[in-house]
Protein backbone atom coordinates (compact mmCIF):
# COMPACT_ATOMS: atom_id res chain seq x y z
CA UNK A 1 0.00 0.00 0.00
CA UNK A 2 1.27 3.23 -1.05
CA UNK A 3 1.29 6.29 1.10
CA UNK A 4 -1.41 7.64 -1.17
CA UNK A 5 -3.38 4.58 -0.50
CA UNK A 6 -2.55 4.89 3.60
CA UNK A 7 -3.98 8.42 3.17
CA UNK A 8 -7.12 7.16 1.88
CA UNK A 9 -7.91 4.57 4.04
CA UNK A 10 -7.26 6.31 7.25
CA UNK A 11 -9.45 9.14 6.24
CA UNK A 12 -12.49 6.70 5.41
CA UNK A 13 -12.03 5.23 9.01
CA UNK A 14 -12.07 8.71 10.42
CA UNK A 15 -14.76 8.84 8.19
CA UNK A 16 -17.02 5.41 9.68
CA UNK A 17 -15.86 6.96 13.46
CA UNK A 18 -17.48 10.03 12.60
CA UNK A 19 -21.00 9.17 11.40
CA UNK A 20 -21.15 6.15 13.89
CA UNK A 21 -20.82 8.95 16.49
CA UNK A 22 -22.84 11.41 14.92
CA UNK A 23 -25.55 8.55 14.36
CA UNK A 24 -25.48 7.67 18.04
CA UNK A 25 -25.76 11.49 19.20
CA UNK A 26 -28.98 12.01 16.59
CA UNK A 27 -30.91 9.03 17.95
CA UNK A 28 -30.09 9.64 21.88
CA UNK A 29 -32.59 7.29 24.28
CA UNK A 30 -35.34 9.86 24.99
CA UNK A 31 -35.57 11.67 28.44
CA UNK A 32 -38.88 10.29 29.79
CA UNK A 33 -40.78 12.82 30.85
CA UNK A 34 -42.71 12.45 34.13
CA UNK A 35 -46.84 12.17 34.10
CA UNK A 36 -48.22 15.49 34.62
CA UNK A 37 -51.44 17.04 32.92
CA UNK A 38 -49.39 19.13 30.46
CA UNK A 39 -48.44 18.21 26.36
CA UNK A 40 -44.62 18.97 25.91
CA UNK A 41 -42.15 18.81 23.48
CA UNK A 42 -38.89 17.73 25.27
CA UNK A 43 -35.53 19.60 23.64
CA UNK A 44 -33.25 17.15 25.39
CA UNK A 45 -32.33 15.19 22.34
CA UNK A 46 -31.24 16.59 18.77
CA UNK A 47 -35.11 15.36 17.94
CA UNK A 48 -37.65 16.77 19.96
CA UNK A 49 -39.66 14.65 21.67
CA UNK A 50 -43.14 14.90 21.82
CA UNK A 51 -45.70 13.59 24.13
CA UNK A 52 -49.30 15.20 24.66
CA UNK A 53 -50.84 14.52 28.64
CA UNK A 54 -53.63 16.85 28.77
CA UNK A 55 -57.35 15.88 27.84
CA UNK A 56 -58.30 17.59 24.59
CA UNK A 57 -62.19 18.09 24.89
CA UNK A 58 -62.60 20.65 21.96
CA UNK A 59 -63.34 19.60 18.54
CA UNK A 60 -61.24 23.11 17.24
CA UNK A 61 -58.29 22.20 19.45
CA UNK A 62 -58.06 18.41 18.43
CA UNK A 63 -58.77 19.94 14.72
CA UNK A 64 -55.52 21.74 15.24
CA UNK A 65 -53.23 18.97 16.76
CA UNK A 66 -53.57 17.34 13.57
CA UNK A 67 -53.13 20.02 11.47
CA UNK A 68 -50.04 20.53 13.05
CA UNK A 69 -48.87 16.91 13.33
CA UNK A 70 -49.80 16.86 9.27
CA UNK A 71 -47.93 19.59 8.65
CA UNK A 72 -44.58 18.50 10.42
CA UNK A 73 -44.92 15.35 8.20
CA UNK A 74 -45.29 17.17 5.27
CA UNK A 75 -42.04 18.80 6.43
CA UNK A 76 -40.24 16.20 6.80
CA UNK A 77 -40.02 16.94 10.54
CA UNK A 78 -41.57 14.34 12.92
CA UNK A 79 -41.20 14.34 16.43
CA UNK A 80 -39.77 11.48 18.63
CA UNK A 81 -42.55 9.84 20.61
CA UNK A 82 -41.98 8.44 23.69
CA UNK A 83 -42.80 4.18 23.53
CA UNK A 84 -40.70 3.40 26.54
CA UNK A 85 -42.39 1.18 29.27
CA UNK A 86 -42.55 4.04 31.64
CA UNK A 87 -45.27 5.81 28.64
CA UNK A 88 -46.54 2.18 28.09
CA UNK A 89 -47.60 1.94 32.09
CA UNK A 90 -48.68 5.34 32.65
CA UNK A 91 -51.29 4.58 29.38
CA UNK A 92 -51.80 1.47 30.87
CA UNK A 93 -52.49 2.99 34.18
CA UNK A 94 -54.49 6.19 33.73
CA UNK A 95 -55.94 4.93 30.39
CA UNK A 96 -56.45 5.93 26.99
CA UNK A 97 -57.74 9.34 26.52
CA UNK A 98 -57.54 9.82 22.30
CA UNK A 99 -58.34 13.01 20.96
CA UNK A 100 -59.40 11.85 17.96
CA UNK A 101 -60.73 9.04 15.88
CA UNK A 102 -59.54 8.36 12.65
CA UNK A 103 -61.39 6.05 9.92
CA UNK A 104 -59.13 5.89 7.25
CA UNK A 105 -58.75 3.51 4.50
CA UNK A 106 -56.52 0.87 4.99
CA UNK A 107 -54.06 1.55 1.65
CA UNK A 108 -50.88 1.04 3.46
CA UNK A 109 -49.43 4.26 2.14
CA UNK A 110 -52.25 6.07 4.66
CA UNK A 111 -50.78 4.85 8.33
CA UNK A 112 -52.80 7.98 10.32
CA UNK A 113 -50.59 7.85 13.35
CA UNK A 114 -47.21 8.90 11.17
CA UNK A 115 -49.15 11.18 8.51
CA UNK A 116 -50.51 13.12 11.82
CA UNK A 117 -47.55 12.51 13.20
CA UNK A 118 -49.01 11.50 16.37
CA UNK A 119 -47.87 9.32 19.53
CA UNK A 120 -49.39 6.21 21.87
CA UNK A 121 -52.62 7.11 23.19
CA UNK A 122 -53.64 10.41 20.61
CA UNK A 123 -55.97 8.59 17.64
CA UNK A 124 -58.58 6.36 18.01
CA UNK A 125 -58.02 4.27 14.69
CA UNK A 126 -60.79 2.47 12.12
CA UNK A 127 -58.95 1.31 8.95
CA UNK A 128 -61.16 -0.28 6.54
CA UNK A 129 -60.63 -0.33 2.75
CA UNK A 130 -62.49 2.50 1.01
CA UNK A 131 -63.19 3.97 4.65
CA UNK A 132 -66.25 3.07 4.11
CA UNK A 133 -69.12 3.16 7.44
CA UNK A 134 -71.05 -0.36 7.92
CA UNK A 135 -72.76 -0.73 11.57
CA UNK A 136 -69.17 -2.49 12.83
CA UNK A 137 -67.08 0.82 11.48
CA UNK A 138 -69.97 2.97 13.14
CA UNK A 139 -70.18 0.96 16.48
CA UNK A 140 -66.63 1.37 17.16
CA UNK A 141 -66.96 5.85 16.59
CA UNK A 142 -69.85 5.31 18.54
CA UNK A 143 -67.62 3.40 21.68
CA UNK A 144 -65.55 6.24 20.87
CA UNK A 145 -67.40 9.20 21.54
CA UNK A 146 -69.62 8.10 24.38
CA UNK A 147 -67.07 6.25 26.22
CA UNK A 148 -63.65 7.80 25.37
CA UNK A 149 -65.33 11.56 25.18
CA UNK A 150 -63.17 12.21 21.84
CA UNK A 151 -64.26 15.34 20.49
CA UNK A 152 -63.54 14.84 16.84
CA UNK A 153 -64.12 12.36 14.25
CA UNK A 154 -62.27 12.43 11.07
CA UNK A 155 -63.20 10.32 7.83
CA UNK A 156 -59.41 9.79 5.75
CA UNK A 157 -59.78 9.26 2.19
CA UNK A 158 -57.06 9.43 -0.47
CA UNK A 159 -56.07 9.85 -3.78
CA UNK A 160 -56.16 7.00 -6.51
CA UNK A 161 -57.60 4.63 -3.59
CA UNK A 162 -58.32 1.07 -5.05
CA UNK A 163 -60.97 0.19 -3.65
CA UNK A 164 -62.72 3.65 -5.39
CA UNK A 165 -61.43 2.42 -8.35
CA UNK A 166 -62.47 -1.00 -8.17
CA UNK A 167 -66.07 0.56 -8.01
CA UNK A 168 -65.32 2.76 -10.45
CA UNK A 169 -64.25 0.01 -12.96
CA UNK A 170 -66.71 -2.79 -12.22
CA UNK A 171 -66.54 -6.08 -13.09
CA UNK A 172 -67.22 -9.01 -11.04
CA UNK A 173 -65.77 -9.75 -7.75
CA UNK A 174 -65.12 -12.17 -5.47
CA UNK A 175 -65.81 -12.65 -1.74
CA UNK A 176 -66.80 -10.23 0.38
CA UNK A 177 -64.68 -8.02 -1.47
CA UNK A 178 -68.08 -7.26 -3.07
CA UNK A 179 -69.31 -5.75 0.28
CA UNK A 180 -66.87 -2.66 0.09
CA UNK A 181 -67.68 -2.31 -3.48
CA UNK A 182 -71.18 -1.84 -2.64
CA UNK A 183 -70.77 0.70 0.09
CA UNK A 184 -68.89 2.82 -2.65
CA UNK A 185 -70.82 2.27 -5.58
CA UNK A 186 -73.18 5.34 -4.66
CA UNK A 187 -70.86 7.35 -4.99
CA UNK A 188 -69.71 6.09 -8.17
CA UNK A 189 -73.18 6.14 -9.88
CA UNK A 190 -73.59 9.72 -8.95
CA UNK A 191 -69.82 11.14 -10.24
CA UNK A 192 -70.47 9.54 -13.48
CA UNK A 193 -73.97 11.33 -13.59
CA UNK A 194 -71.92 14.65 -13.58
CA UNK A 195 -70.32 13.22 -17.01
CA UNK A 196 -67.35 12.38 -15.80
CA UNK A 197 -64.81 10.21 -16.81
CA UNK A 198 -61.03 8.46 -16.15
CA UNK A 199 -59.12 9.87 -13.43
CA UNK A 200 -61.22 13.54 -12.60
CA UNK A 201 -64.02 10.60 -12.27
CA UNK A 202 -62.20 8.59 -9.59
CA UNK A 203 -61.05 10.97 -7.74
CA UNK A 204 -64.43 12.33 -7.73
CA UNK A 205 -66.01 9.21 -6.65
CA UNK A 206 -63.40 9.55 -3.75
CA UNK A 207 -64.60 12.91 -2.08
CA UNK A 208 -68.27 11.43 -2.66
CA UNK A 209 -67.53 8.29 -1.22
CA UNK A 210 -65.92 10.05 2.20
CA UNK A 211 -68.44 12.66 2.24
CA UNK A 212 -71.14 9.47 1.92
CA UNK A 213 -69.25 8.30 5.00
CA UNK A 214 -69.15 11.43 6.86
CA UNK A 215 -73.22 11.13 6.37
CA UNK A 216 -73.48 7.53 7.23
CA UNK A 217 -71.85 9.16 10.64
CA UNK A 218 -74.02 11.91 11.27
CA UNK A 219 -77.32 9.59 11.10
CA UNK A 220 -76.01 7.82 14.41
CA UNK A 221 -78.41 9.22 17.35
CA UNK A 222 -75.37 8.39 19.27
CA UNK A 223 -73.44 11.10 17.47
CA UNK A 224 -76.09 13.42 17.20
CA UNK A 225 -76.53 13.85 20.33
CA UNK A 226 -73.17 14.86 20.61
CA UNK A 227 -72.93 17.07 17.83
CA UNK A 228 -75.83 18.68 18.88
CA UNK A 229 -74.09 19.81 22.26
CA UNK A 230 -71.60 21.02 20.53
CA UNK A 231 -68.98 18.43 21.83
CA UNK A 232 -67.95 16.85 18.85
CA UNK A 233 -67.42 17.45 14.92
CA UNK A 234 -67.20 15.12 12.55
CA UNK A 235 -65.26 15.89 9.33
CA UNK A 236 -63.86 14.46 5.92
CA UNK A 237 -60.52 15.08 4.82
CA UNK A 238 -58.55 13.64 2.09
CA UNK A 239 -54.89 12.76 1.48
CA UNK A 240 -52.85 13.54 -0.92
CA UNK A 241 -50.14 10.26 -1.35
CA UNK A 242 -46.80 12.61 -3.18
CA UNK A 243 -47.65 15.87 -1.07
CA UNK A 244 -48.14 14.24 1.95
CA UNK A 245 -50.97 16.53 2.94
CA UNK A 246 -54.35 16.43 4.07
CA UNK A 247 -57.27 18.37 3.11
CA UNK A 248 -60.08 19.12 4.65
CA UNK A 249 -63.14 18.22 2.80
CA UNK A 250 -66.28 20.62 3.18
ZN1 LIG B 1 -57.95 3.50 -0.41
Known amino acids: MNRSSSYICVTLLGLLILLSGC ?12 ADKNSTVLETSSVPVYQRMEKVTSPEAAMQL ?15 KD ?51 TPVELGSVEYAVEHL ?30 AVIAKITPSVIRA ?11 EQCVNLNIQSSVQDLKKSSILK ?3 EKKQLQIIGSKYDLDEGGVSILN
Open 23 to 34: HQSSYPTPAIPS
Open 66 to 80: LLEGNQRFKAGKVLN
Open 83 to 133: ISITRRTDLLRNGQHPFAVIVSCSDSRVPPEMLFDQALGDLFVIRVAGNVI
Open 149 to 178: KVPLVVVLGHESCGAVTAAVEGGETKGSIS
Open 192 to 202: ESDGLSGNPLI
Open 225 to 227: EAL
